[in-house]
């Protein structure tokens, strides 16, 4: 009983005080105020009669009308060009714009990071206060709530299995998953590869955030409090953030809004833990894995970064050329890497990744879920109460963005074509039948006569044809030379001997000097061929066997 329903009685008591000698004297009278002053008292004393809470009135999270209906709105501002700095190794330079922006997003809460404070509140089956979230804080909603069937999903060998919890709280949540992880963990073989990554710039925390998909409000403070953010550097400063689902643990949407509450539609609300402006919200899953935060700071230029970043986690080869006469490798070990893990089984510490293949390692271990290595909360759906619906929120965040561009000094590829064996058959028939060649071409320019040299060994050349060197990575060389003029040249100077089995004596077809003049190869992408045509030098003559040799020179930057 509510103390206010007393109220009415204090006037009646008096009331009746006052009148009760005159009430003694009429009978009549008498009847008229007990029955008056008992129907009174029924009305303030009986039980409350309350209509059900009235959720569908409590609205639903902002959504700033500046934002966009879905996606991400990008304003930039003002752009500050940077001092240039040399680029790695101090070659070519290192150009860096900041732009600052405002950006607005909204965000549909169907697959919202698990950020600082979401430990114990944030769980399947739990409510949580839409007003409070919005606000950046996770505060419960503590009605006393109903239970339910909780599904298990995602776990290789293992089907889909679903339990019930007598109530959906934490202890017993939590108790229910555990069960069911336990009894599905010998069946579990292998983890199912459920990745998925988030690759952007991180130059200051706001942009990290964004880029994530939450702004300011909300935090993950042992993550860019160990990466240190807001230091500022010369060069490029890139993330790559790396998701593995191990599993998901969902709830069935709640037939009516009231069924996630223990009393239903008597539920009660006595300390206003729901209202105008705070919607009840409730978490519909729950996916639990690991998660890797990559920071690269670098000299080169951001896309190299990224772009280098993309190869390492899709497990392409360090080869890779991710921009011209640049490698993944390169790239990734002349620059500086450290990371985070959340979910492999220990504290979360900064620790150093040293170059591409670094990277790799960190991504592929701990990539098997085990009871010893359970994951934690990646991501979680929030949906409205009232309409089980997703639950949509503005994001909106000023940021400034640093981007770099490496200018670096021209290059000239040199790759072997082909090579061509003639007559060898007819002059040599106790060989076999194919013809192996070892061999190097040193190249030297008008600005460097310090020889780089490019193997042009080939084997199983088949004779009187032609055999290609199918554009081997390995078997090629990119030449630097700073703003080439008509006058530079390129000098290659090839050698080539013709390799025999005992007793046979190699055929040496001695060496030949080019020099090509760049005048017509000052255009990136230009390229022109050089043949080198060899003699058998000890059978030059009447018994002369010939090999030609092509190469390539291309302007690649």
Same mark, same amino acid.
């Given at each position: 009983?509510?103390?206010?329903?007393?109220?009415?009685?204090?006037?009646?008591?008096?009331?009746?005080?006052?009148?009760?000698?005159?009430?003694?004297?009429?009978?009549?009278?008498?009847?008229?105020?007990?029955?008056?002053?008992?129907?009174?008292?029924?009305?303030?004393?009986?039980?409350?009669?309350?209509?059900?809470?009235?959720?569908?009135?409590?609205?639903?999270?902002?959504?700033?009308?500046?934002?966009?209906?879905?996606?991400?709105?990008?304003?930039?501002?003002?752009?500050?060009?940077?001092?240039?700095?040399?680029?790695?190794?101090?070659?070519?330079?290192?150009?860096?714009?900041?732009?600052?922006?405002?950006?607005?997003?909204?965000?549909?809460?169907?697959?919202?990071?698990?950020?600082?404070?979401?430990?114990?509140?944030?769980?399947?089956?739990?409510?949580?206060?839409?007003?409070?979230?919005?606000?950046?804080?996770?505060?419960?909603?503590?009605?006393?709530?109903?239970?339910?069937?909780?599904?298990?999903?995602?776990?290789?060998?293992?089907?889909?299995?679903?339990?019930?919890?007598? *109530?959906?709280?934490?202890?017993?949540?939590?108790? $229910?998953?555990? =069960?069911?992880?336990?009894? !599905? @963990?010998?069946?579990?073989? /292998?983890?199912?590869?459920?990745?998925?990554?988030?690759?952007?710039?991180?130059?200051?925390?706001?942009?990290?955030?964004?880029?994530?998909?939450?702004?300011?409000?909300?935090?993950?403070?042992?993550?860019?409090?160990?990466?240190?953010?807001?230091?500022?550097?010369?060069?490029?400063?890139?993330?790559?953030?790396?998701?593995?689902?191990?599993?998901?643990?969902?709830?069935?949407?709640?037939?009516?809004?009231?069924?996630?509450?223990?009393?239903?539609?008597?539920?009660?609300?006595?300390?206003?833990?729901?209202?105008?402006?705070?919607?009840?919200?409730?978490?519909?899953?729950?996916?639990?894995?690991?998660?890797?935060?990559?920071?690269?700071?670098?000299?080169?230029?951001?896309?190299? *970064?990224?772009?280098?970043?993309?190869?390492?986690? $899709?497990?392409? =080869?360090?080869?890779?050329? !991710? @921009?011209?006469?640049?490698? /993944?490798?390169?790239?990734?070990?002349?620059?500086?890497?450290?990371?985070?893990?959340?979910?492999?089984?220990?504290?979360?510490?900064?620790?150093?990744?040293?170059?591409?293949?670094?990277?790799?390692?960190?991504?592929?271990?701990?990539?098997?879920?085990?009871?010893?290595?359970?994951?934690?909360?990646?991501?979680?759906?929030?949906?409205?109460?009232?309409?089980?619906?997703?639950?949509?929120?503005?994001?909106?965040?000023?940021?400034?963005?640093?981007?770099?561009?490496?200018?670096?000094?021209?290059?000239?590829?040199?790759?072997?074509?082909?090579?061509?064996?003639?007559?060898?058959?007819?002059?040599?028939?106790?060989?076999?039948?194919?013809?192996?060649?070892?061999?190097?071409?040193?190249?030297?320019?008008?600005?460097?006569?310090?020889?780089?040299?490019?193997?042009?060994?080939?084997?199983?050349?088949?004779?009187?044809?032609?055999?290609?060197?199918?554009?081997?990575?390995?078997?090629?060389?990119?030449?630097?030379?700073?703003?080439?003029?008509?006058?530079?040249?390129?000098?290659?100077?090839?050698?080539?001997?013709?390799?025999?089995?005992?007793?046979?004596?190699?055929?040496?077809?001695?060496?030949?000097?080019?020099?090509?003049?760049?005048?017509?190869?000052?255009?990136?992408?230009?390229?022109?061929?050089?043949?080198?045509?060899?003699?058998?030098?000890?059978?030059?003559?009447?018994?002369?066997?010939?090999?030609?040799?092509?190469?390539?020179?291309?302007?690649?930057?």
């Amino acid at each position: 009983m509510n103390d206010f329903h007393y109220k009415p009685l204090i006037p009646i008591t008096m009331f009746i005080f006052l009148n009760v000698k005159q009430a003694i004297n009429s009978c009549k009278l008498l009847t008229t105020y007990l029955v008056f002053a008992l129907l009174l008292l029924a009305t303030a004393c009986k039980d409350d009669v309350f209509e059900p809470l009235p959720l569908p009135n409590y609205g639903t999270l902002q959504t700033d009308p500046g934002s966009p209906q879905s996606g991400t709105t990008l304003t930039a501002g003002t752009t500050d060009t940077l001092p240039t700095v040399a680029g790695p190794g101090d070659k070519g330079e290192l150009r860096c714009h900041k732009t600052s922006y405002n950006a607005r997003q909204i965000q549909e809460l169907s697959n919202m990071i698990a950020t600082d404070g979401t430990t114990g509140i944030i769980f399947p089956g739990a409510i949580i206060q839409g007003g409070a979230f919005e606000a950046g804080n996770f505060t419960p909603v503590t009605i006393p709530k109903a239970g339910g069937p909780l599904t298990l999903n995602g776990l290789s060998g293992g089907e889909e299995i679903t339990v019930i919890a007598d *109530v959906y709280d934490y202890d017993e949540v939590s108790q $229910k998953i555990n =069960g069911m992880l336990n009894n !599905v @963990s010998k069946e579990v073989n /292998a983890t199912v590869a459920n990745f998925s990554y988030v690759l952007e710039e991180a130059y200051s925390k706001e942009e990290f955030q964004f880029n994530l998909g939450f702004d300011a409000r909300y935090g993950l403070t042992q993550v860019t409090g160990e990466f240190s953010l807001d230091k500022e550097i010369e060069g490029s400063r890139v993330m790559l953030k790396f998701d593995q689902v191990f599993y998901t643990i969902s709830i069935n949407d709640p037939e009516t809004q009231y069924s996630l509450f223990a009393d239903g539609e008597n539920a009660r609300d006595p300390e206003h833990q729901m209202g105008e402006g705070n919607p009840p919200l409730y978490v519909k899953s729950a996916s639990y894995g690991r998660q890797i935060y990559f920071i690269v700071e670098s000299k080169y230029g951001t896309e190299e *970064v990224k772009a280098s970043l993309d190869a390492a986690y $899709k497990g392409l =080869g360090g080869s890779v050329e !991710v @921009s011209a006469g640049l490698t /993944a490798s390169k790239i990734l070990d002349e620059s500086s890497i450290t990371y985070i893990v959340r979910g492999g089984g220990s504290a979360i510490a900064l620790e150093e990744a040293p170059g591409f293949n670094a990277v790799q390692r960190v991504i592929r271990e701990g990539a098997s879920w085990s009871l010893s290595n359970p994951g934690i909360l990646l991501a979680y759906e929030l949906r409205y109460l009232a309409t089980r619906q997703p639950a949509r929120i503005a994001m909106v965040t000023d940021f400034v963005r640093k981007t770099c561009r490496l200018d670096q000094p021209a290059a000239y590829r040199i790759t072997p074509v082909y090579i061509d064996c003639i007559d060898c058959r007819e002059l040599d028939p106790f060989d076999d039948d194919k013809r192996e060649f070892s061999g190097n071409a040193r190249i030297t320019t008008s600005r460097n006569p310090e020889p780089q040299i490019l193997p042009v060994s080939i084997f199983g050349v088949p004779p009187g044809d032609k055999k290609s060197y199918d554009e081997n990575p390995e078997l090629r060389g990119d030449i630097e030379l700073e703003d080439p003029r008509a006058s530079d040249y390129i000098r290659i100077n090839m050698n080539l001997i013709e390799l025999d089995d005992p007793p046979n004596a190699d055929d040496d077809f001695g060496d030949i000097t080019h020099t090509l003049k760049l005048d017509n190869l000052l255009e990136v992408n230009a390229s022109t061929t050089l043949d080198f045509h060899f003699w058998d030098m000890v059978g030059k003559g009447a018994n002369e066997q010939q090999a030609i040799v092509q190469l390539r020179i291309t302007r690649i930057r």
